[in-house]
């Protein structure tokens, strides 16, 4: 729904409770414990991995390695592509 003045469309109207953040809230499992744990990621996003193993950032732009841990404080490695 566009927001009008003067006849020219100057923005746009989203209604409350929908949400149009870039990012989402991803579940993903902890490889040592398997509890769940969530992390913010592009809502465009595809989890490659979660290791324990550190991993260096890959030549490829459209893949990022993110630390992370579980409620239980375990570390752990995020890859994903976008």
Wanted: with cysteine; proline share 9%; charged share 25%.
């Amino acid at each position: 729904m566009g927001i009008k003045r003067a006849g020219r469309e100057v923005g746009t109207f989203f209604p409350a409770g929908i949400d149009h953040s870039p990012m989402g809230i991803e579940q993903l499992s902890c490889p040592t414990c398997g509890t769940t744990f969530e992390m913010g990621l592009p809502r465009s996003a595809t989890v490659q991995s979660v290791t324990t193993e550190a991993r260096e950032e890959p030549d490829d732009d459209r893949v990022k390695v993110r630390p992370n841990a579980c409620p239980n404080g375990h570390e752990c490695y995020v890859m994903f592509r976008f």
